[in-house]
Protein backbone atom coordinates (compact mmCIF):
# COMPACT_ATOMS: atom_id res chain seq x y z
CA UNK A 1 0.00 0.00 0.00
CA UNK A 2 1.36 3.58 -0.69
CA UNK A 3 0.81 6.50 1.24
CA UNK A 4 1.15 10.04 0.61
CA UNK A 5 2.80 12.13 2.67
CA UNK A 6 2.44 16.06 2.72
CA UNK A 7 -0.20 18.14 0.62
CA UNK A 8 -2.26 16.55 -1.85
CA UNK A 9 -4.54 18.74 -4.20
CA UNK A 10 -7.12 17.51 -6.66
CA UNK A 11 -7.51 21.16 -8.20
CA UNK A 12 -6.89 22.43 -11.44
CA UNK A 13 -6.54 26.47 -12.52
CA UNK A 14 -6.25 27.48 -16.17
CA UNK A 15 -6.02 30.31 -18.15
CA UNK A 16 -6.89 31.75 -21.63
CA UNK A 17 -5.90 34.35 -23.74
CA UNK A 18 -8.06 35.40 -26.54
CA UNK A 19 -6.99 37.38 -29.39
CA UNK A 20 -9.73 40.35 -29.46
CA UNK A 21 -9.34 40.78 -33.31
CA UNK A 22 -10.95 37.35 -34.03
CA UNK A 23 -14.37 38.51 -31.87
CA UNK A 24 -17.51 41.12 -32.15
CA UNK A 25 -18.00 43.50 -29.13
CA UNK A 26 -21.10 40.98 -28.55
CA UNK A 27 -19.30 38.01 -28.27
CA UNK A 28 -16.92 40.24 -26.19
CA UNK A 29 -19.49 41.08 -24.02
CA UNK A 30 -21.06 37.45 -23.12
CA UNK A 31 -17.34 36.15 -22.02
CA UNK A 32 -17.59 38.76 -19.68
CA UNK A 33 -20.85 37.70 -18.34
CA UNK A 34 -20.77 33.80 -18.82
CA UNK A 35 -21.94 32.79 -16.03
CA UNK A 36 -25.06 34.70 -16.77
CA UNK A 37 -25.83 33.73 -20.81
CA UNK A 38 -24.36 29.84 -19.65
CA UNK A 39 -27.93 29.97 -17.40
CA UNK A 40 -29.96 30.85 -20.32
CA UNK A 41 -28.34 28.86 -22.77
CA UNK A 42 -29.11 25.13 -20.22
CA UNK A 43 -32.63 26.38 -20.77
CA UNK A 44 -31.91 25.43 -24.07
CA UNK A 45 -29.34 22.69 -24.21
CA UNK A 46 -30.18 18.87 -23.47
CA UNK A 47 -29.58 18.45 -20.10
CA UNK A 48 -26.21 16.55 -20.93
CA UNK A 49 -24.76 19.20 -22.42
CA UNK A 50 -25.58 22.37 -20.15
CA UNK A 51 -23.01 24.06 -18.27
CA UNK A 52 -22.19 23.62 -14.70
CA UNK A 53 -22.90 26.99 -13.48
CA UNK A 54 -22.19 27.96 -9.63
CA UNK A 55 -21.41 31.38 -8.67
CA UNK A 56 -18.03 30.05 -7.71
CA UNK A 57 -17.24 28.86 -11.01
CA UNK A 58 -16.83 32.74 -12.88
CA UNK A 59 -13.88 32.88 -14.13
CA UNK A 60 -11.88 35.47 -13.63
CA UNK A 61 -11.25 38.26 -16.85
CA UNK A 62 -8.80 40.59 -17.65
CA UNK A 63 -8.71 42.80 -20.79
CA UNK A 64 -6.51 44.24 -22.66
CA UNK A 65 -6.24 46.70 -25.88
CA UNK A 66 -5.49 43.36 -28.00
CA UNK A 67 -6.76 40.36 -25.39
CA UNK A 68 -9.01 38.91 -22.96
CA UNK A 69 -7.61 36.85 -20.74
CA UNK A 70 -9.16 34.71 -18.34
CA UNK A 71 -7.75 32.32 -15.24
CA UNK A 72 -10.13 30.22 -12.78
CA UNK A 73 -8.62 27.77 -9.90
CA UNK A 74 -10.79 25.41 -9.97
CA UNK A 75 -12.20 25.34 -13.36
CA UNK A 76 -15.58 23.55 -13.60
CA UNK A 77 -17.21 25.90 -15.78
CA UNK A 78 -16.27 25.12 -19.58
CA UNK A 79 -14.90 28.13 -21.11
CA UNK A 80 -14.05 26.38 -24.00
CA UNK A 81 -17.04 24.98 -24.96
CA UNK A 82 -18.72 28.09 -24.14
CA UNK A 83 -16.19 29.78 -26.72
CA UNK A 84 -17.45 27.54 -29.24
CA UNK A 85 -21.62 27.79 -28.88
CA UNK A 86 -21.11 31.33 -28.96
CA UNK A 87 -18.72 31.43 -32.24
CA UNK A 88 -15.31 32.31 -31.15
CA UNK A 89 -13.17 30.33 -33.99
CA UNK A 90 -10.53 27.98 -32.28
CA UNK A 91 -7.97 29.99 -33.85
CA UNK A 92 -8.92 33.47 -31.18
CA UNK A 93 -8.25 31.77 -27.80
CA UNK A 94 -5.70 29.58 -26.50
CA UNK A 95 -5.69 27.73 -22.84
CA UNK A 96 -3.06 26.78 -20.50
CA UNK A 97 -3.08 24.76 -17.25
CA UNK A 98 -0.70 27.54 -15.47
CA UNK A 99 -1.46 30.99 -13.78
CA UNK A 100 -1.07 33.68 -15.72
CA UNK A 101 1.12 36.74 -14.31
CA UNK A 102 -0.52 40.21 -14.58
CA UNK A 103 1.69 43.19 -13.51
CA UNK A 104 -1.31 44.22 -10.61
CA UNK A 105 -3.82 41.21 -10.66
CA UNK A 106 -6.42 43.60 -8.82
CA UNK A 107 -6.43 45.85 -11.65
CA UNK A 108 -9.14 45.38 -14.78
CA UNK A 109 -10.65 42.09 -12.93
CA UNK A 110 -14.38 41.41 -13.76
Do not use: C
Not at 22 to 27: F, I, L
Not at 43 to 48: A, I, Q, W
Not at 70 to 92: R, S, T, Y
Amino acid sequence: MKIRNGFVSNSSSSSFILQKEHVSPAQIKLIKNHLHKARKMNKELDKYDQFFVKDWDEWHIHETETTLEGFHIMDNFDMEKFFLLIGVPQEAFTFSDRQPIWENLEDGWT
